[in-house]
């Protein structure tokens, strides 16, 4: 099955401790995003990647970090994690790079910083 | 101010009526538009591009005005399953991969 999948789903992790949200898709797609959800204000782009090795900041891109060593995986790091990053996280993925392709977003990780 | 701007909602609309809503981008060299539907915080699904000449996709239909830079989403014979938010995307042309997404509009159909 074509899917875009995300983990951990859900993580309450405290200020200042690393962690890391995997990203992996299996349609063998270029282009992958990082997006933050937050209530009124909608998606918001974090970092892309056009392809392996090729990373670009999106609109809000502070405090995170991203890495694409293999086309399938696109792993969103957060070094300090702050209360302010306490947010619905989405991972989406589409064949090329460009606003012609269809995105195809993960399920979703619902991230808590206390 | 907001690159896209939704109006929130929601928008309660008795099972069979039509409803109809816009979205208002702000940057006029963008170029391509969508609309994407999403259920209760699950991931965002595409649910059809915005053409310039207008597009219609069974029961959805979507429109394109330039001139004053909004977009619309007219569904008809509403159903319980539409019930849903409904995000506004916009694509800049100097920005390849970066779509910005409005905060989106609830949609509520009634019995």
Known sequence: ?114 | RKEVEQDPGPFNVPEGATVAFNCTYSNSASQSFFWYRQDCRKEPKLLMSVYSSGNEDGRFTAQLNRASQYISLLIRDSKLSDSATYLCVVSLTDSWGKLQFGAGTQVVVTP
């Open chain 1, 1 to 114: 099955e074509a899917q875009v999948t995300q983990n951990p789903r859900y993580l309450i992790t405290v200020t200042g401790k690393k962690l890391t949200v995997t990203c992996s898709q299996n349609m063998n797609h270029e282009y992958m995003s990082w997006y933050r959800q937050d209530p009124g204000l909608g998606l918001r782009q974090i970092y892309y990647s056009m392809n392996v090795e090729v990373t670009d900041k999106g609109d809000v891109p502070e405090g995170y970090k991203v890495s694409r060593k293999e086309k399938r995986n696109f792993p969103l790091i957060l070094e300090s994690p702050s209360p302010n990053q306490t947010s619905l996280y989405f991972c989406a993925s589409s064949l090329r790079q460009g606003f012609a392709y269809e995105q195809y977003f993960g399920p979703g990780t619902r991230l808590t910083v206390t």
